[in-house]
């Protein structure tokens, strides 16, 4: 059973940090593209972090500088280090996965979602 779940959500102060993560199971993703994406309601689902088979990153320019994307092979699990947390980071966060070694450039070609983490930041 191919299985993404994603932890590490919760309620934090603006500026304060959270690490989410994102276990991955049934396929070995965590060696090829996986991803984290938000999504409010009303707003489009959003691109926040992704990392490739080479270990390229690319960030959303509203969370650049802030968060990192990074993974543990030997434990399947992609994390999302969140930094200088803002009221707008406030939504569901999902991991996302892809069996290619680059990046898929649309959503919909993601083969594997999480169900979710909540991120709630206040002012």
């Known amino acids: 059973q191919v299985q993404l779940v994603e932890s590490g959500g919760g309620s934090v102060q603006a500026g304060g940090s959270l690490r989410l993560s994102c276990a991955a199971s049934?396929?070995?993703?965590?060696?090829?593209?996986m991803a984290w994406f938000r999504q409010a309601p009303g707003k489009e689902r959003e691109r926040v972090a992704s990392?490739?088979?080479?270990?390229?990153?690319r960030y959303a320019d509203s969370v650049k500088g802030r968060f990192t994307i990074s993974r543990d092979t030997a434990k399947s699990t992609l994390y999302l280090e969140m930094n200088g947390l803002k009221a707008e980071d406030t939504t569901m966060y999902y991991c996302?996965?892809?069996?290619?070694?680059?990046?898929?450039?649309?959503?919909?070609?993601?083969?594997?979602w999480g169900r979710g983490t909540q991120v709630t930041v206040s002012s």
């Open positions: 990392i490739d088979s080479i270990d390229f990153r």
């Open positions: 049934g396929y070995p993703y965590i060696r090829y593209c």
């Open positions: 996302a996965a892809d069996g290619l070694r680059r990046c898929p450039t649309s959503e919909s070609d993601f083969e594997s």
